[in-house]
């Protein structure tokens, strides 16, 4: 009776782990291509909104989740040209900036959602889990690991592609240049304008899908503000992981799973107020901040605006 | 294409600008207050423009909605008496703003600041104001939600002084604790066993603060003009003042020059936070005199646009909020007609920081100086603490 | 690091220029410039940075371009790299009129730059350094570049760890891989932008050698100085650059033949005009600067003692060991050393800004180790920043705020808490006077004041109100030569007049032997030896700054 209760205490805690964990595991991949590229991108919760909306409603009227997707991930893309053209093309203050996007967006989104919905939220299929033979087998983790929509697997797929380029490629070499000392990139012959809008758009087609997974494939309806930090706990996760695909993945996912641990809770008859649910992951990135205040290391140049002859 | 319109219009309004103060040929005096009201007012019209094209295109009337917005919240006898009312938390809130900014500490947190104070006045108000005399109780609620509200920062503080961590980010977490505790508060010890819904115990409006003789205005707004006004002469006239524009201007300056940015980072920024309780504090016991679940009006946010185009001058906030209170209590009338939400008016608050962001490009920084501390630049690469 | 004799040079001929079917040697006959500049003019607000320059730099010759800061140098060479455009005249690339719009196209065109302040990226290993910007494909090309910088180091003599982080390299080390690194796309023309400003002599030894290396290899090397015994020592062709103009180029025909004291005489004539005689002691006129003797009438008390001061290392930085330094009252003591020993965490300790991990600090024999920055301030005890721009000074306060950043809140400038303007710009006008101060008024944003009148506005405030000992820090770096004159003269009297000791660090070894009465060498953050100055020290100076474990 008890390995059964705990057996089902851990397929929730980790099935609602990856279930809250993978819009934050995708706008913090965004991050950190950014942050490392040296753009804080703190419109990232705007961009999510705009991606969860767009791709809600692409899903409802093509009733293609991947379509919907896609067109998130799009309209995460188009946010973050605001970043590109105001702050890596024209060099405007990437604070200022983020938190306009943060709340036009908030309003733009929200605005659509009541003058095409009114009042109502049109809720959205499911997607379909897609089982890995044998895996899914296993006990207590098969269903919850294996037995995924095959965007979560897309999503671990984007942390190694990620890892890759970061590591071994030309592109990943600028990047972190671009985020140390862009003077240097330039001095190499490398157009750094170029180098910081590819991460500042990266960042932004995933927040789009992160928010667009949110909608569509965790909630199923898009109700807005409905990230509710999640854009800024991205933040905190890639400042932490300091451009380590894997921490990245491992910190997205301990988040996910502070969030899901009530749900889980309440299967073994422990009711938490909804208020201390909704607290949790904020308390838990505060104490983990206040623990790893010391390690949490962001690229040298980052936020400030590059131009060719000013040191 | 927008952006080129833009630049256009932007462009234009300069060239105007110019050519007045050129055909004056007055004083630089005259022309730099002409200068700045017109990178005031460019951004918003141009947030306009871009709202009034989205009203547009979702089939509603722009000048239909814009009109509501004017005729209720000015031009009503009881809306203008709203806006006045709305003003006075705007503008404490907003002096939190420019104290913190001023000093280069990016306190976003003001939300949460303002409703666990609003929470805890709330919950003590109606027992106190029942024991006590009503002033004397009005002062200990507003000493309290002072400081709550600048308690609520001292550990962003901390570890924005300690540690040079992002206060960006650790002050919003904590408004989402403070959000959520808030709730918590009014759910459990503070929650009114009268009402269904779960809310504090109500203060009878009679007993509420009291009012500017004539109106319904409250003296919360003359509190708040106050502060401003103090605001404004300790920023510029004072020893305190200079050190934490220096400390925002170039904190490494500071620490050469010997001020102690730990610690005026965590006054700084407390101060602030008290601002922000004492809006509360003026809100709660001025116009509602209880606070139920859920409640959050979100002043803090669209409070950055206009610090921000005050140029973190006070006394040029007066105005702005004025706007801005304009827009909040008649555009709530005149999205109710429209049928769309109140986040309408965020989104405008959201473009009004866009446009100011490029006018400020356009304007050229070096020429007229930044909205911004120079400093904040260098602070938010390296994080402030371990240079 | 080199290893003396050059061993490889087919192989270099062979690797760095075979293929452009350029022949190498500087005898190899007359060849078509490898770059050259005709009427090339580029403005910035306010100043003409580069006025109609015409010049040639060849194959097998290196081309010294020689003027004082702001003669105009750095934007000429900019132009080469790529990373200014020039507002009118042309470039020529093996005589075909090319733009340079971009520091890619300059590579592409063989155009490699060593620029003056480093472009490595401290976190990145030396191959990343090296590897960044190559582009070739999207994996990087790890074997590639091993093998390259294997041949790289072979022909240069040189031992590189290439997976070292840029950050662990001594600085004679970064400078031998940004070298390297310029080289790398197979440039036939290598710009050095004051490459000798953070060497030890022994580093700009090794560097000389390098340079004549490739030199023989046929490359045309660009070398950009102020210092003229540089231009001396190593120019087959000497140009010299005033005011944005060319005042004078004399090719090696007239560079061979001439004899050293001619030489000097012209290029001296060419730099300063009508006003050359009373220049001519300038140490960076002066040919092979040596130390001067020690000025009697010392040692008075000390005012300054430093007993085993340590501070912490912070990330990229070397932190201060154990420093016994005894400063006396109106002495000079200069502190020598490559940039990066310790300079500035010594300065700051010194002045309050760091905390001490260990070791006592005494002011007139009062310890001042718990005393702040602000109480140390007021003891007389100042610190003249390195960094006038970046904490020395608020760009967005007024210039009479500026000067008085150090008292805020203080008697007779505020009054409870109240600023009082008057009394502000009462003081102010006097030390604008005092110090020759070029401003508008004391109104006038200090940012938009040049570099030297900033630096004038620091020693007014630091050096008013009674100071009993100044820390200088660089104190002359960046500035014009007139003001840098102006500076030592000021140093100079202070201490010789109103015995105000002064703690002068500097990178540049020559003004240290121009003004100090005993000189200490940093290392690593630790003193290596103090040396009383005197004629031909500074070998033994150099030796210190290596170490002092490196004798002949």
């Keep these: 009776m008890s390995d059964m209760l705990t057996a089902a205490f851990l397929s929730a805690l980790i099935s609602g782990g990856i279930l809250a964990g993978m819009p934050l595991l995708f706008a913090s991949l965004g991050e950190t291509i950014s942050e490392r590229g040296g753009v804080l991108n703190i419109g990232l919760e705007g961009m999510m909104l705009m991606g969860g909306y767009t791709g809600f409603v692409v899903t409802l009227y093509s009733q293609s989740h991947w379509l919907g997707l896609l067109a998130g991930a799009g309209a995460g893309l188009i946010t973050a040209l605001l970043m590109v053209v105001f702050c890596v093309r024209l060099g405007l203050d990437q604070i200022v900036v983020g938190i306009a996007i943060l709340i036009a967006a908030g309003g733009f989104t929200s605005v659509l959602q009541r003058a095409q919905f009114g009042t109502t939220y049109p809720r959205l299929d499911a997607m379909s889990a897609v089982e890995i033979p044998l895996f899914a087998k296993i006990p207590v ?3 919850s690991l294996f037995a995924q929509p095959a965007i979560v697997y897309v999503g671990f797929a984007l942390v190694a592609v990620l890892h890759w380029v970061l590591r071994s490629t030309n592109m990943g070499l600028n990047l972190r240049a671009a985020g140390e000392k862009p003077e240097a990139l330039d001095a190499a012959g490398v157009s750094v304008t170029a180098v910081r809008s590819i991460a500042a758009l990266s960042a932004g087609a995933f927040a789009g899908l992160g928010g667009a997974y949110m909608s569509i494939v965790g909630a199923g309806i898009f109700v807005p503000f409905m990230t509710h930090g999640a854009g800024f706990i991205g933040i905190v996760i890639a400042m932490l992981g300091r451009g ?37 992951p904020f308390v838990a990135v505060l104490v983990v901040l206040v623990i790893f205040a010391r390690q949490a290391y962001l690229p040298a140049a980052l936020g400030l605006p590059y131009k060719r002859g000013i040191r | 294409m927008v952006a080129t319109v833009v630049t256009d219009v932007v462009s234009t309004s300069r060239a105007v600008v110019r050519g007045a103060s050129a055909a004056k040929a007055g004083t630089s005096a005259r022309w730099a207050w002409l200068w700045s009201l017109g990178q005031a007012i460019g951004p918003i019209l141009l947030a306009l423009l871009v709202s009034a094209a989205l009203l ?20 009503n006898k009881g809306g203008i008496q709203d806006t006045a009312i709305r003003m006075a938390p705007l503008l404490l809130m907003a002096s939190g703003l420019i104290v913190a900014f001023r000093a280069n500490i990016w306190n976003i947190g003001g939300d949460g600041q303002f409703l666990l104070a609003a929470a805890l006045v709330a919950g003590a108000g109606p027992p106190l104001i029942g024991a006590l005399p009503n002033a004397l109780a009005f002062v200990i609620l507003c000493v309290t939600a002072v400081v709550v509200g600048g308690g609520w920062t001292v550990v962003p503080a901390y570890l924005k002084a300690r540690y040079g961590l992002n206060e960006i980010i650790t002050s919003l977490m904590m408004t989402f604790v403070g959000v959520n505790f808030a709730n918590l508060l009014i759910k459990g010890p503070f929650r009114s066993t009268t009402t269904q819904v779960p809310q504090t115990d109500v203060i009878p409006f009679k007993e509420l603060l009291p009012r500017i003789p004539g109106t319904r205005i409250h003296v919360g707004l003359v509190l708040a003009l106050i502060a401003v006004f103090a605001v404004h002469y300790v920023m510029t006239r004072t020893a305190f003042g200079l050190k934490l524009r220096v400390l925002g201007a170039n904190p490494r300056a500071a620490a050469h020059a010997g001020l102690s940015i730990p610690r005026l980072t965590i006054v700084g920024f407390m101060l602030s936070g008290a601002f922000m309780g004492l809006a509360a504090a003026v809100e709660v016991l001025g116009v509602w005199g209880y606070v139920r679940a859920d409640w959050n009006p979100n002043f803090g946010l669209p409070l950055f646009a206009l610090v921000f185009l005050a140029r973190l001058n006070a006394l040029a906030v007066i105005p702005l909020v004025g706007f801005y209170a304009v827009i909040s209590m008649g555009g709530h009338f005149a999205a109710r007609q429209a049928a769309l939400p109140d986040d309408f008016m965020l989104m405008i608050v959201g473009l009004i920081l866009l446009f100011m ?9 070096s020429e007229r100086g930044g909205y911004l501390s120079a400093g904040l630049k260098k602070a938010l690469g390296k994080g402030g603490g371990d240079e | 690091m080199t290893n003396g004799t050059p061993t490889h040079i087919e192989t270099m001929t062979s690797d760095l220029l075979q293929a452009d079917g350029v022949r190498a040697g500087a005898t ?20 003409v940075a580069n006025d109609r320059v015409s010049l040639a730099f060849h194959h097998g010759e290196v081309h010294c371009v020689l003027g004082e800061n702001g003669a105009g140098k750095s934007t000429l060479m900019n132009i080469l790299s790529g990373m200014y455009k020039p507002d009118s005249g042309a470039v020529m690339v093996e005589g075909r009129e090319v733009t340079i719009d971009s520091p890619r196209r300059a590579i592409e065109l063989g155009i490699g730059t060593v620029y003056q302040h480093p472009t490595l990226i ?6 990343e350094n090296l590897m960044l910007g190559e582009g070739v494909g999207v994996r990087l090309d790890v074997e590639g570049g091993l093998r390259a910088l294997d041949r790289f180091a072979k022909t240069l003599g040189l031992e590189v760890d290439p997976h070292a982080p840029a950050s662990r390299l001594a600085l004679g080390q970064q400078q031998q891989i940004e070298i390297i690194k310029a080289l790398w796309s197979g440039s036939k023309v290598l710009i050095l932008d004051e490459p000798t400003s ?26 950009i100085t102020h210092k003229l015994h540089e231009a001396l020592d190593l120019g087959d062709t000497v140009s010299i650059l005033r005011g944005g103009r060319v005042v004078g180029s004399w090719g090696p025909d007239v560079v061979k033949t001439k004899s050293r004291s001619e030489m000097q005489a012209l290029i001296v004539g060419a730099m300063f005009g009508e006003g050359a005689g009373s220049l001519e002691d300038v140490a960076e006129v002066r040919d092979g600067v040596t130390g001067r003797a020690r000025r009697r009438g010392l040692p008075n008390e000390p005012v300054l003692e430093l007993v085993k001061v340590s501070v912490e290392a912070l990330r990229g930085e070397v932190g201060v060991h154990e420093v016994d330094l005894t400063l006396r009252r109106g002495e000079i003591l200069g502190v020598a050393g490559v940039d990066g020993n310790g300079q500035r965490e010594l300065a700051e300790v010194i002045a309050g800004q760091r905390s001490m991990v260990g070791g006592d600090i005494r002011l007139c024999g009062e310890s001042i180790a718990r005393a702040g920055v602000g109480r140390r301030q007021s003891l007389g005890l100042r610190y003249v920043t390195d960094d006038r721009i970046g904490e020395g000074t608020v760009g967005t306060l007024s210039v009479g705020l500026n000067l008085v950043l150090k008292r805020i809140g203080e008697e007779p400038f505020w009054r409870g808490g109240r600023i009082r303007e008057e009394a502000i710009d009462q003081a102010a006008c006097d030390l604008v006077e005092g110090f020759d101060i070029r401003t508008p008024g004391t109104e006038t944003r200090c940012g938009t004041l040049s570099g030297g009148n900033l630096q004038k506005v620091v020693l007014a405030r630091e050096l008013s109100f009674d100071p009993k000992v100044v820390v200088y820090n660089k104190p002359t770096y960046g500035l014009d030569l007139k003001t840098t004159l102006a500076v030592r003269d000021r140093i100079r009297d202070l201490a010789e007049s109103a015995g105000v000791a002064a703690l ?13 009465d005993r000189i200490a060498v940093l290392f690593r953050g630790r003193i290596t030896g103090i040396v009383d100055n005197a004629p031909g020290v500074e070998r033994h100076v150099g030796e210190l700054m290596l170490g002092g474990d490196r004798g002949d």
């Design chain 1, 141 to 143: 983790i098969g269903p």
């Design chain 1, 244 to 280: 380590r695909a894997l921490w990245v993945v491992i910190g997205s996912l301990l988040f996910g799973m502070s969030v899901s641990l009530t749900t889980a809770l309440q299967l073994v008859g422990i009711t938490v107020p909804i208020d201390v649910v909704n607290m949790l």
């Design chain 2, 56 to 75: 547009l295109a979702l089939g509603k009337n722009p000048l239909t909605f814009y009109r509501d917005i004017v005729s209720q919240g000015l031009f």
């Design chain 2, 357 to 365: 962001t490029l006018t400020e490009y356009l304007a050229g920084r």
């Design chain 3, 28 to 47: 190899a006959g007359p060849i078509g410039p490898a770059v050259e500049v005709r009427e090339v003019s580029k403005a910035f607000p306010g100043v």
């Design chain 3, 122 to 127: 401290p976190v990145f290993t030396v191959l």
């Design chain 3, 198 to 223: 953070m060497l030890t002599p022994q580093g700009i030894e090794e560097l000389e050698k390098v340079i004549s290396q490739l030199r023989d290899e046929g490359l045309a090397v660009i070398f």
């Design chain 3, 504 to 516: 002068l660090i500097s990178t540049d070894l020559e003004e240290i032997l121009d003004l100090s």
